[in-house]
C-alpha cells in the first residue's frame, strides 16, 4: 500500500538524482555535442532536456492552480491509490520499459540548437517541482484532481506527477546519454 509521504519522499530523492545525473553528464559539453543528432528524426541532447522542462513545466503550472484551491494544515501521511491514467502514463514513460512512445505535440521541444542555459532551465524547474511537492505534506493527493497537460478530460490524481516526471526524466536522461554513445557522436 502506498503513502503520501513515501510517495513524496520518493518524487525528491529521485527528482534530486537527476538534477545531479544532468550536471555531471551533460553540463560540460560544448554546443555542437549538445545539439548534435544521431538522425533526422532522432533528439539531439538539448532536444531531450527542452522536452523535459516543457513537459515538467506544464504539469507544474496545473500543480500550482490546485494550491489555490487546497486546504493545507498540518503534515498528515494519507493512504495513496494512483488513478487509472496515472498508472498508465507512469507505467509507459517508465525508464525500464522499452516500448517507444510517440510524444504528444504539446511536449515537443521548442527547437534543435538550444545553448546550454537549457540546464540551467531544467535545474530550475526541477527544484521547483521539489519545492512544490515539499508544500504536499498535509494534502491527501487522491482528493485534488489535475488535468493532463494533453487534454483536459484526463484527470490525475494530484500526486500522479510526483510517480510520473521522475521517470519520464530519468528515461529521457537516458535518452540523451544514448545519444553521447553514439558512434558519431563529435569528439
Known amino acids: 500500500m502506498l503513502f503520501t509521504h513515501q510517495i513524496i519522499k520518493n518524487c525528491i530523492t529521485a527528482t534530486q538524482a537527476n538534477i545531479e545525473r544532468a550536471i555531471k553528464s551533460f553540463s560540460y559539453l560544448p554546443e555542437n555535442q549538445f545539439n548534435w543528432k544521431p538522425q533526422a528524426d532522432k533528439?539531439?541532447?538539448?532536444?531531450?532536456i527542452s522536452h523535459l522542462v516543457k513537459t515538467n513545466n506544464l504539469y507544474l503550472t496545473k500543480i500550482e492552480s490546485i494550491f489555490t484551491l487546497a486546504a493545507f494544515g498540518a503534515e498528515k501521511d494519507f493512504h495513496y491509490k494512483q488513478s487509472f491514467m496515472?498508472?498508465?502514463?507512469?507505467?509507459?514513460?517508465d525508464p525500464a520499459s522499452v516500448r517507444k512512445i510517440k510524444t504528444f505535440k504539446v511536449f515537443f521541444p521548442a527547437s534543435s540548437n538550444f545553448q546550454k542555459n537549457i540546464i540551467d532551465e531544467y535545474i530550475n524547474s526541477s527544484k521547483k517541482f521539489i519545492e512544490l511537492a515539499r508544500k504536499m505534506?498535509?494534502?491527501d493527493l487522491r482528493k485534488y484532481k489535475i488535468s493532463s497537460p494533453v487534454n483536459n478530460w484526463i484527470r490525475l490524481n494530484l500526486g500522479d506527477p510526483l510517480i510520473i516526471i521522475p521517470k519520464h526524466d530519468e528515461r529521457h536522461l537516458n535518452q540523451a546519454e544514448k545519444v553521447m554513445k553514439s558512434e558519431k557522436f563529435p569528439k
Open 43 to 48: 533528439w539531439s541532447i538539448g532536444e531531450c
Open 86 to 93: 496515472g498508472k498508465l502514463i507512469a507505467k509507459g514513460v
Open 137 to 139: 505534506l498535509s494534502l
